[in-house]
Nanobody
Framework: VQLQASGGGLVQAGGSLRLSCAAS????????MGWFRQAPGKEREFVAA????????YYDDSVKGRFTISRDFAKNTVFLQMNSLTPEDTAVYYC???????????????????WGQGTLVTVSS
């Protein structure tokens, strides 16, 4: 599976962006799709994830209530709607896909074996 992330850019604090992650092939319903981010000088961290077949979604506490992960079956695409952005959200955002991801691992980078190239989000104050 190849993943292509897009939608990043420069936005003012309080603004919104929607990231997209297009998959080259249709993912199995057992797959998990995730968004991670990495700020300069920091480790890659979990943002949000969901099962490809829908159902539960998972969020880091820092984005809960502001970010929403969703998917479009027909377009093999996962989205991350980001609202009320703050400068602390500035990072390169990566989408990821993994098969057989168990619940306890959904927030870990090691659970995902396919990664997109990343898209830069910059939030100005």
């Amino acid at each position: 599976v190849q993943l292509q992330a897009s939608g990043g850019g420069l936005v003012q604090a309080g603004g919104s962006l929607r990231l997209s992650c297009a998959a080259s092939t249709r993912s199995s319903s057992s797959w998990a799709m995730g968004w991670f981010r990495q700020a300069p000088g920091k480790e890659r961290e979990f943002v949000a994830a969901m099962r490809w077949n829908g159902g539960h979604t998972y969020y880091d506490d820092s984005v809960k209530g502001r970010f929403t992960i969703s998917r479009d079956f027909a377009k093999n695409t996962v989205f991350l709607q980001m609202n009320s952005l703050t400068p602390e959200d500035t990072a390169v955002y990566y989408c990821a896909a993994g098969s057989g991801v168990i619940l306890s691992a959904v927030r870990t980078t090691a659970a995902y074996n396919h990664w997109g190239q990343g898209t830069l989000v910059t939030v100005s104050s």
